[in-house]
């Protein structure tokens, strides 16, 4: 069955950087977009950053894309999210999700939190 299972949460200072990673099972990988959508403390979902099959195309919310970097390892089904100068607004649950926001996104996984805080 089609699994998605975060990692690299964790709590972090203003101003730094994190990882977080999702592993994919149970379905072609490389032939899926992937997207990753966070949810602050008490808000709705947020879409943050989508990737093509291949890696070459990447889609950001503008408010976020100088901070954020979305990359996947195709040969071993990994998808990544690189978080930058980080702020306390960034903390959330970070969701990897498959699919993306036009045609939709089928499974998602059961998040990882970051916190952001001195």
């Known amino acids: 069955q089609v699994q998605l299972v975060e990692s690299g949460g964790g709590l972090v200072q203003p101003g730094g950087s994190l990882r977080v990673s999702c592993a994919a099972s149970g379905f072609s990988f490389s032939a899926y977009y992937m997207t990753w959508v966070r949810q602050a403390p008490g808000k709705g979902l947020e879409w943050v950053s989508t990737i093509y099959h291949g890696g070459g195309i990447t889609f950001y919310a503008d408010s976020l894309k100088d901070r954020f970097t979305i990359s996947r390892d195709n040969a071993k089904n990994m998808l990544y999210l690189q978080i930058d100068s980080l702020k306390p607004e960034d903390t959330a649950l970070y969701y990897c999700?498959?699919?993306?926001?036009?045609?939709?996104?089928?499974?998602w996984g059961n998040g990882v939190l970051v916190t952001v805080s001195s």
């Open positions: 999700t498959r699919g993306d926001p036009l045609a939709g996104m089928d499974y």
